[in-house]
């Protein structure tokens, strides 16, 4: 497959950049930019020094109060344009997605979508901050709880989903009325750029406060700025483990608010009565997609063993066929690794995988080296392993799936919760039994737990997050939105009485 030329990639960024609407004076700058796709420079972004970041916090704080008394459904009118311009931009956007993440053009479109589908939602739940009341043991009082915006909500946010999770919280956020500040990867900046000018756009239509939104250009060191800035309320953060390890105890020194949505290492189960034509596509999609590039992306495959030597042929024969390179050309199913860390990090698990006793059944190599040198394109890897060896418990972010055989259905509940990630998992089972007790307390222990499809691809519908070692925060649907505001107990005394609770006597 030809690879386009850097400049060719670097034009059309360009291009979707000023179509979008960011500022010039945000590109050209030093701080550095690349794609994976051919491993060369894009246009640099405008980095952000100590000094900028902490001006956009003051000015997010200052924010704050205005927004925080504009009522919520206006507040939903910010977004409603904000999702109408996602949708005129959608293809602009996902351009960049592609050039900066590798990610194939059905999936950039998809990401997108992904931020319009959060913005619908929003909207909605402007009209839904929902309290509870409830009847109070005293005459004449009401008892109830209201939901207040917390304030300067800081979104830290991975590569890999470079526009839509800050799209998740940010939609959120801002109908409950926070300022956010967001420290995009520094690997993907001009997608964040892109992304956050369209939000301005909406924003100076709409004519709310302008410093409601900030976007920082940095490396970790911005990240570690809002951890441990006492003006930041919440901090949302999505990344590794290792990164949730050092943020979490620094939010928690200064008694921040913390959302964490961290690494998952996620596994599907086959039973015998399994429909193996969907298993094996709903398997290949999650493990192979994206290349293997996603935080639910199926790591882990546990097979009955019956049925494991025609599961494990018909997802090699299937790998064979997938179209590997460009991911804007059409057909290409499998983009770049991000970078030659990850391509590292790849090989490293593969070699400890066959020092642990594994197979590769299938893929592994790299391919288009010699046409991009600097670029990383790999075949995604089956591998048979003797049981869940060490390797196998890590969360190796790249397209490798490991494959272990069960005979007892309790067994392969247990070696499927035996890591210490919780964030996906499936079963694909005909046996309605089975179904329900992987979805059951004795089931998964992880946040998202599928039947019959893979582990990837989740709606914003339903909250999204795991357990463990993923952090436990969840973001987007169901009440999620409530990570986002702080509870107040109010109890209204309209008697002319005192009365006690618990009957207690005083003065
Ligand atoms: P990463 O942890 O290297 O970086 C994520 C973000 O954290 C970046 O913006 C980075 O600059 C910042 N960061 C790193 N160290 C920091 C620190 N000490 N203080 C403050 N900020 C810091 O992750 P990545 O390589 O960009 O993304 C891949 C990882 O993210 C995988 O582990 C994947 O599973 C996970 N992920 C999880 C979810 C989820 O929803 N659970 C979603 C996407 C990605």
């Known amino acids: 497959m030809t690879l386009p030329g850097t400049a060719t990639i670097a034009g059309s960024v360009t291009d979707a950049l000023a179509a979008c609407g960011v500022a010039p004076d945000r590109i050209g700058g030093d701080f550095a930019t690349r794609t994976p796709i ?14 900028s970041i902490d001006d956009k916090i003051s000015r997010a704080a200052a924010a ?15 977004i409603k344009r904000w999702g109408e311009l996602l949708t005129e931009h959608k293809a602009d956007l996902a351009r960049i997605v592609t050039a900066e993440a590798g990610k194939i053009t059905s999936e950039a479109l998809g ?5 319009i589908d959060i913005c619908d939602l929003a909207v909605g739940q402007s009209r839904q901050l929902y309290g509870k009341t409830m009847p109070s043991e005293r005459p004449g009082h009401r008892l109830m709880e209201t939901w207040h915006p917390l304030g300067v909500v800081g979104i830290i946010s991975a590569f890999n989903f470079p526009a839509a999770v800050w799209a998740w919280n940010t939609a959120l956020a801002l109908v409950c009325g926070n300022t956010v500040v967001w420290k995009p990867s520094e690997l993907t900046s001009l997608t964040a750029l892109a992304a956050d000018a369209l939000l301005g756009k909406a924003v100076a239509e709409v004519g709310a406060p302008a410093d409601l939104h900030h976007v920082i250009v940095s490396d970790r060191a911005g990240g570690e700025r809002l951890v441990d800035d006492p003006r930041v309320a919440l901090v949302s953060a999505t990344g590794s483990v290792r ?18 949505e961290l690494g998952g290492n996620n596994a599907a189960i086959v039973t015998p009565s399994a429909d193996l ?3 094996v596509r709903g398997i290949v999609f999650a493990a192979a997609g994206t290349a293997g590039q996603r935080c639910t992306s199926m790591r882990r495959l546990i097979v009955h063993s019956s049925i494991a030597d025609e599961l494990v042929g018909r997802i090699t024969a299937a790998y064979g066929t997938l179209a590997i390179g460009d991911p804007e050309a059409e057909g290409t199913l499998v ?3 991000i970078n030659e860390k990850a391509f590292e990090g790849m090989r490293r698990a593969l070699d400890e995988a066959q020092a642990q006793g594994g197979k590769v059944r299938a893929g592994g190599e790299r391919v288009l080296a010699d046409e991009a040198p600097e670029a990383y394109y790999v075949e995604p890897a089956v591998v048979s392993m003797p049981g869940q060896e060490a390797i196998v418990t890590e969360e190796t972010f790249a397209p490798i799936l490991y494959v272990m055989t069960y005979d007892d259905i309790e067994d392969a509940i247990a070696m ?3 890591v210490p990630q919780g964030l996906s998992a499936a079963i694909f089972t005909g046996d309605q039994a089975e179904a329900e007790l992987f979805v059951s307390s004795a089931g998964s222990d992880t946040g998202i737990a599928n039947v019959n499809i ?6 914003i519908g339903g909250a999204f997050g795991g357990e463990k070692e993923t952090g436990g925060g969840r973001e987007s649907g169901s009440d999620s939105w409530q990570s986002y505001m702080r509870p107040a107990t109010n109890t209204v005394n309209y008697s002319g009485q005192l009365p006690l609770a618990q009957g207690v006597e005083f003065v």
Not at 111 to 115: C, G, K, L, N, R
Not at 454 to 459: L, M
Request: aromatic share 4%; charged share 20%.
């Open 38 to 51: 051919t491993g060369g420079a894009l246009p640099g972004a405008t980095g952000d020094d100590a000094a």
């Open 277 to 279: 034509d969907l298993a």
């Open 243 to 260: 990164m949730g390890r050092e943020v979490g105890p620094r939010v928690a020194a200064r008694f921040g608010k913390l959302l964490l």
């Open 454 to 459: 893979g582990t990837s691809g989740a709606e």
């Open 416 to 418: 499927n919760n035996a």
């Open 111 to 115: 990401e997108v979508q992904e931020m």
């Open 64 to 78: 704050f109060p205005a927004w925080r008394d504009t009522p919520a459904p206006v507040r939903g009118n910010l």
């Open 335 to 337: 983009g770049p690794l």
